[in-house]
């Protein structure tokens, strides 16, 4: 038969949402009976989920102000309970009194469709929020308003916090350990990079490039929260910018001294010894 080879559910529909169908398949996507919807024991709007009844409705008034078709989507619950999505296409047939005399229409299944779009748009999602996440830990926050480091003192033994600030880490990579496990390995093995260049850039006297450097590390240790070694780089990085590349050498000291503190703090995390 033509009709069952039709990859949708032909219906006649009538005003009160009672509807026909041509053959028993609707039993395949709704779990009633031609039979049922015939003696009208269920009507359509049986099946559509509440919240999409009054968008179904909206459809339906507009296609009867202007050429009387219609193609709509919306949720129906089958008997299983099941949420399936559905292209509804239809056409309002008109009788000499200008009255409803029957919708004639076919119903689609596009649950898998939706599925798909839905998925696509989570991963689309997921991906632009990994990129800035990702992107915040490698070049730094940019456009923040600058902190105001704080003198580089003995008075008081460094708390761990200062040093390594875990739950900061955590923060800028929304709680994903293997992220922040994966960038930390990544900070670790380019650390010697930074350090060389501004070791090179205070043995050259470059300010620019001590500058540079040190800006670059910077954003890196303020988002695992090392306040310390932050203070330091950022100390740093005012000398080159000020033109005292000259009087780095003591704060370089310093820096070492703290990236040490931070990456045996680091490491901790990463194998494990924290506990």
């Not at 169908?21 to 269920?42: M, Q, V, W």
């Not at 049986?46 to 968008?55: F, H, N, P």
């Not at 779009?117 to 490698?138: D, G, N, R, W």
């Amino acid at each position: 038969m033509l009709v069952g080879n039709i990859p949708g559910f032909v219906y006649k529909g009538f005003i009160d949402w009672s509807v026909e169908f041509l053959d028993n398949r609707i039993a395949s996507l709704t779990g009633y009976t031609k039979e049922a919807f015939d003696a009208r024991k269920i009507r359509w709007s049986d099946l559509v989920v509440q919240e999409d009844i009054e968008s179904s409705r909206e459809s339906f008034i507009q296609a009867l102000k202007h050429d009387r078709s219609f193609s709509r989507e919306y949720r129906i619950r089958n008997r299983s309970g099941d949420i399936r999505w559905i292209q509804d296409r239809g056409y309002i047939k008109i009788d000499r009194k200008e009255e409803i005399e029957y919708i004639s229409g076919i119903f689609f299944d596009i649950t898998d469709r939706k599925q798909v779009e839905t998925e696509l748009h989570t991963a689309k999602a997921e991906a632009e929020a990994l990129f800035q996440i990702v992107e915040k830990l490698l070049f730094g926050l940019r456009g923040k308003k600058e902190e105001v480091a704080l003198p580089l003192t003995e008075e008081e033994p460094p708390s761990v916090e200062d040093i390594f600030d875990l739950s900061k880490a955590l923060d800028v990579v929304a709680g994903q350990k293997e992220l922040f496990q994966e960038i930390a390995h990544l900070f670790l093995e380019n650390l010697p990079v930074h350090l060389n260049q501004i070791q090179e850039g205070i043995a050259k006297g470059d300010d620019r490039a001590l500058e540079h450097a040190a800006h670059s590390l910077k954003g890196s240790v303020g988002n695992f929260g090392a306040k310390r070694s932050y203070n330091a780089v950022y100390l740093l990085e005012k000398l080159g910018k000020n033109g005292k590349t000259d009087a780095a050498g003591e704060v370089l000291t310093k820096l070492k001294m703290e990236l040490n503190a931070l990456e045996k703090e680091m490491k901790k995390h990463l194998t494990g010894d924290d506990a």
